[in-house]
């Protein structure tokens, strides 16, 4: 389960709704091991939606998830495991350190040993003492890519991964994005701004687009 | 690329010129202390008369008074600072504040226990929901809130801050504590010892409660200066860390 | 002024659309004071002693309840921010939100404390009493919370440690307003009391404000 | 399992980081368990009858103070879905959430419960029921706490659900709670109203978690 | 003071404490009417909190800021009202629509008439009746530039204003900033990620990095 060798992620017609609206329907995707896959689409065309769909924070409305071929629906505990994720937030508590913080979602997931080399992977280890309270936005971010890092899971689902971080550490991330696919890792982002993943497959949110329709509601 | 400094407390008060303030005091206020509670507690034992009516339970009273008198002193001496630091950012005003409360609070606990122990004999209750009892409870509550304020801050100038803004609220306390025993007809003795017609009790029993007061006064100034010391150093030791740290 | 009645009115809204922290201080306030003739029995007498300091202990209880939801969301969320930087003056904005607590607190319990009061056999002459002791009293108790809340932002611990900031300094309005109700309930007037009540309502809301502005803003640095 | 200690270990250290963080859960309970009798005045055996019934309100109103803080906080700051996701199912999250949040409230209530019991000149006999009482009562309370902040989360209409869900279910434990108490005050026996209260105690952490665990799902979706 | 038309806008030696770190120390900068300053640096170099001190949520440690040559220590209702603030947090509450939002902010200033406008300029106009709880990521951005476009200030502080815009609502922002400049106002913006400013002056944080000295302490 920790080993970071991933195998096929795929999903099948997958649609999602929020309350009362549908925002995407249709949508398929594969990723292979050590693949990338580039989520694109305008603010609001669903790709915060599908990473959440992905991780198993939203049931799929349609369509399914499989791993390896295997349905994850019938099985949440595995994608649990396969799966970590970065949201649009970066779940920092003021009152803990930045090593607090990355060891604890480490041990969460009995990593813990992954944690140091998380920090220092995002440059962070003299802020190590630092109280999440005193931490700048890009400083945020990069502990939160620590956690991501030191979870081990071989899918890392990445929302927007970029914001905040400055040049040096984008380049660090990449380098990061890069070694975790060298280990047949997968990686499956949503970003605007340009992120270098070598050979990633783009998918752009704007070709699912739908709506519910008055007679599909009624049927 | 250049770092420039800039000192921590630049414009501030600075704690050299406090150090040797401090050292120079120190030995003084300490000697007194000593010299003061010894003559104090021999007249209170053996050299003032027992009470007509309390017998010997009134020799409680020179623990009791002074303690509460303390409790009060303490506490404006600590809004008077708060105020100064909160008005002109004096550092040192700030951390005086801090170093008084642990002894405020002491002080307190000092005038409710003893006062219960007088308590019992006098009224024939530990406690009773009297005004100024009451009242300096919430004294005793106030130094432990603030006390707690301060330390639930992973900054520190955020807290001494928010603690010295508490200070100042809380003053309106001490006329209570003061004024209670006339507001309210209370079981508790009425000013007898600070009162405009001057004092109403034996001298006998004044000179070893002045001099109880004075030794409570000279220990805390003694204990606050050495207090203050140590927060200063503790401070440098975290700028020093902090410093460290970024490079 | 314009922009301090904005403010008054958004955060009401604010509190009526999610409802949670305007249930929970009135469930709670019944609740306690129904436990009361549990505790002591149904003795007519008896509840009628303790009805005006029971309906105020509660009412002081059931104000801590919503106090630190009162700056904590906007402290966490960035809109204390604006609020800091908004023309109106920081002080101004207290006395609104305060506003705002109290009509979702002080405002309901008023409402409820003649029930209860039949409940627990107040005596007849005691109604009108605690009715103006709370109209006093609980502004009071918000705006005194209001300091609490904001002089805890940022802190650990941040409910119990401002309901200990909080609670010494209701104790005086809680004596004079109880004082108040007994006194009418025994047929003498309740002025006096009232009257000293009143002098804290009006030092309450003419100086924390300030106090709580300066926590605010040290908050915020 | 382990995860679930890990958590319940990062949730007590949020609240209490050093020692002196619990200065203040327990200062809060004697200075609540102090407003009762300035307000009803200090005759010793009225102060008797009331003492099972306030001692509970006012661990009732700890548990309500903390409340909110349990999801609330974790759900604005994206916690709660890295928790939703981590290996843990978060049915047991949600117990050892319930478990710091009642070892930073029920428990400190436990401990100074007797000093709270002298003050109120509670009866000699009443003592260990008050004790079991709240070791049976308060984890119950917690854990229905958590699930009515669970529900909160989600629902637009959070607050009028905590009313209509939770509070019914307060009632009975306080009931059972205090009658037990004020038997063994009179020295009657409080066993079958502890059995009562224990029954509640088994149900509460048996079920209770797994409709939070829904509750929070849905609030994530 | 609800005119578009700003004079000039400078600081000088200004130096920013957080706690007990001194972020950066003898600052000095001066913006004119229709100008545009632009703050880099990587992270944790003070670009927010030099932008909190400009919008006066933060008090200087040393140095003063001047309008038009008159100190705003002063006068700080003046600095409240020739100043807005844009932050890392949109200030979104769940609870109320984006029209809400962007009205209630425009009213606290009374400037209510130029609500819609702004929603119009950052194309949330359909989005009105959205509640905040609803947003995605970049309308929530969206809205809070709304908010700062309604407020009629002329010295605009943004604070990674494009963080999680997609590119065409980038290229609006630019031409609103363009519009803002042109009507004589003045934006200062810290960003990592590239935006057209043109002919603003960049300010890089690094230059004034500085740390409390020890012995000092004692001197
Ligand atoms: C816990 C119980 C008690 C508390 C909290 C308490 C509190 C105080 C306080 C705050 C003062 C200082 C008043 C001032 O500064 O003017 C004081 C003074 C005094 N107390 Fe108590 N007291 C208690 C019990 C007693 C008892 C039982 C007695 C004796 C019957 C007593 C006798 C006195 C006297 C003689 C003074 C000096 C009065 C004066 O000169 O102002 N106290 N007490
Ligand atoms: N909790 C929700 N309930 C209902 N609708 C929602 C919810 N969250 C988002 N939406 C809607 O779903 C759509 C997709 O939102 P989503 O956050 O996935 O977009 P996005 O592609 O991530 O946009 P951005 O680039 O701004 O992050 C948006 O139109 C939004 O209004
Ligand atoms: N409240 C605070 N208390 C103490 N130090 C703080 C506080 N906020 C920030 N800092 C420290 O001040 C420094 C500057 O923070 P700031 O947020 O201004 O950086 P920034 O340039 O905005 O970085 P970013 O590009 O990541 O947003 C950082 O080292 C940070 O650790
Ligand atoms: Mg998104
Ligand atoms: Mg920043």
Redesign the pocket.
């Known amino acids: 389960m920790t080993s970071g060798a991933a195998h096929r992620f795929a999903g099948v017609g997958l649609a999602c709704r929020r309350s009362e609206r549908l925002v995407f329907a249709g949508l398929d995707f594969a990723v292979e091991a050590g693949e990338a896959l580039l989520l694109t689409g305008p603010n609001g065309s669903g790709k915060s939606s599908l990473l959440r769909l992905l991780a198993g924070l939203i049931k799929p409305y349609m369509g399914r998830l499989e791993y390896d071929g295997t349905p994850l629906r019938d099985d949440p505990a595995r994608q649990r495991d396969v799966v970590v994720y970065l949201g649009h937030q970066d779940a920092i508590k003021p009152m803990l350190t930045v090593a607090e913080t990355v060891r604890f979602w480490a041990g969460m997931r009995n990593q813990a040993e992954r944690a140091d080399a998380a920090l220092a992977a995002m440059d962070l280890t003299a802020l190590g003492d ?1 109280a999440g ?7 945020r971010r990069r502990t939160a890519l620590a956690r991501v890092i030191a979870s081990g899971a071989p899918i890392w689902l990445l929302d927007e991964p970029t914001v ?1 971080l ?1 040049a040096q550490s984008i380049v660090r991330l990449e380098a990061v994005l890069a070694s975790h696919r060298a280990d047949g890792g997968i990686v499956i982002a949503a970003t605007h701004a340009p992120i270098a993943l070598p050979g990633a497959a783009t998918l752009n949110l704007t070709a699912y687009d739908a709506r519910f329709s008055d007679e599909a509601d009624a049927a | 690329m250049t770092t420039a400094r800039v000192p921590l407390l630049h414009r501030y008060a600075n704690p050299a010129a406090f150090g040797r303030l401090a050292g120079r005091i120190m030995p003084w206020s300490a000697g007194a202390t000593v010299i003061l509670l010894a003559l104090g507690i021999y007249f209170a034992l053996f050299d003032s008369p027992p009470d007509y009516q309390q017998g010997d339970s009134v020799r409680i009273m020179y623990v009791h008074v002074p303690a509460a008198i303390l409790s009060e002193l303490v506490y404006g001496a600590m809004a008077l600072a708060a105020a100064a630091g909160i008005i002109w950012k004096h550092a040192l005003a700030d951390l005086f504040v801090k170093a008084a409360a642990p002894l405020g609070a002491i002080f307190t606990l000092i005038c409710l226990v003893a006062g219960s122990l007088w308590g019992k004999p006098m009224w024939g209750a530990w406690w009773v929901w009297d005004a100024r009892l009451t009242s300096e409870l919430v004294l005793f509550f106030l130094y432990l809130g603030y006390i707690a304020l301060v330390d639930a801050f992973d ?1 520190p100038q955020r807290g001494l801050r928010a603690g010295s803004i508490l200070v100042l609220v809380g003053v309106v306390d001490l006329p209570v504590i003061k004024f209670s025993v006339d507001w309210w007809n209370t079981l508790h003795q009425p000013a007898s010892l600070i009162t405009l017609s001057g004092p109403k009790i034996y001298a006998s029993m004044m000179v070893p409660l002045t001099l109880m007061i004075l030794g409570f006064i000279a220990f805390f100034v003694t204990v606050v200066i050495l207090r203050l010391e140590s927060e200063l150093l503790a401070r440098r030791i975290r700028a020093w860390r902090t410093a460290a740290a970024d490079e | 002024m314009n922009a301090a009645l904005r403010l008054f009115r958004h955060d009401i809204s604010l509190q009526l659309r999610n409802g949670s922290d305007l249930v929970a201080p009135i469930a709670f306030f019944v609740l306690a004071t129904l436990m009361i003739p549990l505790g002591v029995g149904p003795e007519p007498n008896l509840l009628t002693r303790l009805a005006p300091g029971m309906i105020w202990v509660t009412a002081l209880l059931a104000t801590l309840l919503a106090l630190d939801r009162m700056f904590l969301r906007d402290f966490e969320d960035g809109t204390l921010d604006l609020l800091a930087l908004a023309p109106l003056p920081l002080e101004l904005a207290v006395i609104a939100k305060v506003a705002a607590h109290w009509v979702t607190t002080g405002l309901p319990v008023m409402i409820v404390a003649p029930l209860l009061g039949v409940m627990m056999r107040l005596d007849a002459h005691g109604f009108l009493a605690l009715e103006i002791s709370l109209a006093l009293g609980t502004p009071a108790l918000s705006v005194i919370g209001a300091f609490g809340a904001a002089v805890t932002l940022g802190a650990r611990r941040g409910g119990a440690l401002l309901a200990v900031l909080v609670l010494p300094l209701y104790i005086p309005i809680l004596i004079f307003a109880t004082s108040a109700v007994s006194a009418a309930g025994e047929g003498l007037s309740p002025q006096p009391h009232l009257l000293l009540l009143a002098a804290f309502f009006v030092a309450g809301i003419a100086l924390v404000p300030f106090a709580a502005a300066a926590a605010l803003r040290n908050a915020l640095e």
Chains 1, 5 share one sequence.
Do not use: A, E, I, P
């Open positions: 630092l309270r005193f931490l700048s936005s890009g400083q905040g400055d | 900054d």
